[in-house]
């Protein structure tokens, strides 16, 4: 360790992304981005804005994009959170509840930025085995605890969670914060948002970066009880006063105002996923029930990590995970059609 | 505090940024923003910009700006790096490096996020005390210490060091980062890059937001031997993998690249400031000598919160710090001559 560094930074144990190569020349089904672009209305944002805007600080509190975030989900202005990518949303709420007496709960197979977050934040965490068909069991997080975190649909299994399951959650952890992590909930999940009223204790957070097709974009939020908003302004205005620039806020809105074009989008990924995984199964595969943008696969005669380097050699990336139960697995983004017609293809050949 | 907060988070004690008050009706002198708009090549960046592009992840490394800047500066690309805005720069450095078993340093009079980065990572701090003049005197920080941050020039005095003092400064403090400010360095005072190479303990902040004209895009970056660069880079990474959305790091290079007009505007506003600070003075202000883009004043005939008020109420922004020792001064941003007039005009009035 550097002797200049802070004792804890050494100890940080940071995520890794998904490869993002710079060149563009992969079908790149590796970090679940959409493949359709964003909304045709962006575009007509960004060569409209005039740029003399920039020089000024943008509303610290983002006022017009929360007003929109909240007339489009249905809650008080004062229940919603923005962030720099639902990662930041995340970063400050593992610190605005997470540092508790006992342990936080989430899933051993989940997003992998939950435990690097635990580190950053001094944070002990318990991981309670999803079953065997990769289904979180809610009963395990009965225990004492000092917040809980489920993704819904779960990562990178990319199985959904019944509001049913998140009501008895809510319910059975009245002490806890419960943060439910829906990046990837308009694909098939239903969100928690509905729950709000019922229970002071849920956080629902989101993103623009998959099914608003603006990963490039950097935007997310958090929806719940004031008092949990609240705690997230106090350390966001500790650490940033400005986080959201004032161009990401005007394609937002416009995002959230083009509903037509994200039912179509979100739609037409869905019924992707669907055709794909009725081929993968066909390919000898198997195929964990999807409601996100991804599937989870498995082949019984193949290793996923020479899959995965068999599909990089011919042009195709996926993401496998060197993750103990799920090492046998790649996650697969749905792409566009023909994208996924040529993974098809080159898993064929692959496979023979 | 409410049940599910963290228990350090009602402790916290947010920054308050200047007012931002989004109906543009006033003459803005509060925030230090630029009053040039950012480099005309930006807007054609933005007009060209692909929105396909968005759907897309950045580039977590953020290589190709990191380059840019590396190159603008002088220095290795490792030695550089970016976040979203210097105050998310700043509180990734005050994790990293500040703490530490003493208590870190920073003038009583200065930037007024340092306290809130303080208590949001439970840093101890002392604040030498500024003399009469406002001036920062060196020896006050040779105390054993866990860092020191300094703006260079100060805020909200606007007055600079020269490079021999902050030599001095890293030479008595050989076992604490310290961490130069230079927010507003293209105003008047050096840069304290040049001493990158003979102190492995310097950690040299800038930002977009000033002289750039850019405070609406957020960005910042900090320049320092690679070893701090690598902490820095495990916080991040351990925060947010993609800070950086892509139109900022596209409209970014842009800027860089422009270095003419960069040049033209910075020299118009130091005109600007010296113009006024002479105007204020023939109307009776103590005008602290300024090496940034605003001017610290004080009138022996007025209460600088009443000077505050009436100016405000005749269209006026400027800032006011109800705080120990400035309590009796106004900072002004220089805004355009047309700006500055109005206010020499409105004060004429206030002050008869």
Not at 73 to 80: A, T
Not at 198 to 204: A, M, Q, S, T
Not at 251 to 279: G, H, P
């Amino acid at each position: 360790m550097n002797r200049y560094w802070s004792k804890s930074i050494a100890g940080l144990d940071p995520y890794t992304p998904g490869e993002q190569p710079q060149d563009h020349a992969y079908i790149k089904l590796n970090t679940n981005e959409n493949p359709y672009p964003p909304s045709p209305a962006i575009a007509k944002v960004i060569r409209d804005y005039e740029i003399d805007q920039l020089r000024r600080y943008p509303d610290p509190e983002s006022s017009a994009l929360i007003e929109s975030l909240a007339a489009y989900q249905g809650v008080d202005r004062n229940q919603v959170f923005v962030g720099n990518g639902s990662d930041e949303v995340l970063a400050h709420a593992f610190q605005a509840f997470f540092r508790q007496d006992y342990p936080i709960l989430f899933p051993d197979i989940s997003y992998s930025f939950y435990p690097v977050y635990c580190k950053l934040y001094q944070i002990d965490y318990q991981q309670p085995a999803l079953d065997e068909a990769f289904c979180i069991n809610i009963q395990d997080y009965a225990s004492s605890n000092g917040g809980i975190i489920i993704p819904n649909p779960n990562a990178p299994t990319g199985i959904a969670l019944e509001t049913g399951a998140i009501r008895e959650l809510l319910a059975d952890n009245p002490e806890s914060v419960v943060i439910i992590d829906e990046a990837y909930v308009d694909y098939g999940a239903e969100s928690a948002c509905q729950l709000i009223p019922e229970f002071p204790n849920l956080l629902v957070v989101q993103t623009f970066s998959k099914s608003r097709s603006l990963a490039g974009l950097r935007l997310g939020y958090a929806l719940g009880h004031e008092d949990l908003i609240e705690a997230l302004q106090r350390v966001k205005n500790s650490f940033n006063s400005y986080p959201i620039n004032r161009l990401t806020s005007a394609i937002a809105m416009a995002a959230i105002a083009d509903e037509d074009y994200f039912q179509d989008c979100r739609k037409r990924v869905i019924a992707s996923r669907e055709r794909l995984s009725t081929e993968l199964q066909r390919l000898g595969f198997e195929v964990f029930p999807s409601s996100s943008n991804f599937v989870l696969v498995r082949h019984p005669g193949h290793a996923a990590e020479s899959l995965y380097s068999e599909l990089k050699a011919s042009g195709i990336l996926v993401r496998y995970f060197n993750k103990a139960r799920i090492d046998n697995c790649v996650r697969i983004s749905i792409g566009s059609d023909d994208e996924c017609n040529a993974l098809i293809a080159a898993l064929s050949e692959i496979i023979g």
